[in-house]
């Protein structure tokens, strides 16, 4: 399942994060790929160990935690410290069909998730640049993602994934992955339904509408059956 979120970023936000990452010194995006993706993987990232990399990973998180689509989509039990990549067309960027690691560790922190969820952040508007498809297959075909700066999307960590070669411009975003409290992606896939359900209930008859509340405790009783804390 892809779900895309708007406006997890403001654009004042991203102008910031833009002007501060304009500033910094690019490494090979190598550095954290695995041994098949570093084969076919060719952009620039910010050190993930670096201070205005955690700083700006930490701002993320707080967008992403203060937003209620992303959490029910999620249900995040860990969040890997974000990463930051750039694909300039002048160098030819893109990085080619993959799986991304299973699991990952934070040298920094000690923490180690298991990746069930990916996510990216654009943080360059479509018209910035050509090209720079975010392509993800999953049973229902191969889906192209180019969003609005500020904007993310969600999908499976599982799922072979692609950013086709830019063209023209510079594609900026934010990457990282998750643990979601919900390992299994169709249980996952059927609280959220649910909870998207049940917040359009909510706006119709209200919060205290008997059926309404029964729904919510089904809800609340499904993540108790499922979730992993
Ligand atoms: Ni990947």
């Not at 700006?56 to 995040?76: D, E, H, Q």
């Amino acid at each position: 399942m892809l779900i895309c979120v708007p406006n997890v970023l403001t654009k004042d936000d991203v102008a910031d994060f833009r002007h501060i990452m304009d500033e910094c010194a690019w490494e090979d995006g190598r550095s954290t790929a695995g041994a098949q993706s570093a084969l076919v993987k060719n952009n620039e990232q910010l050190p993930p160990d670096s201070e205005v990399a955690r700083k700006l990973g930490k701002r993320v998180i707080s967008a992403l935690t203060a937003n209620p689509r992303f959490i029910s989509a999620a249900i995040p039990l860990q969040i890997f410290p974000p990463l930051f990549n750039r694909y300039a067309a002048a160098d030819g960027h893109h990085f080619g069909i993959h799986v991304d690691n299973a699991v990952r560790g934070d040298r920094l922190t000690g923490l180690r998730i298991r990746t069930d969820l990916s996510v990216t952040l654009f943080l360059a508007e479509p018209d910035e640049y050509d090209g720079g498809e975010l392509v993800i297959e999953d049973n229902y075909g191969s889906h192209e993602i180019k969003l609005p700066a500020g904007d993310l999307v969600v999908y499976p960590a599982s799922s072979l994934h692609m950013v086709t070669p830019v063209t023209r411009g510079m594609r900026v975003a934010s990457f990282f992955w998750l643990q979601s409290m919900i390992r299994d992606a169709h249980a996952r896939s059927l609280i959220f339904d649910l909870d998207t359900a049940i917040q359009a209930l909510v706006e119709r008859l209200g919060r205290d509408d008997p059926e309404t509340v029964k729904l919510t405790g089904i809800y609340h009783n499904l993540i108790r059956k499922w979730a992993e804390v």
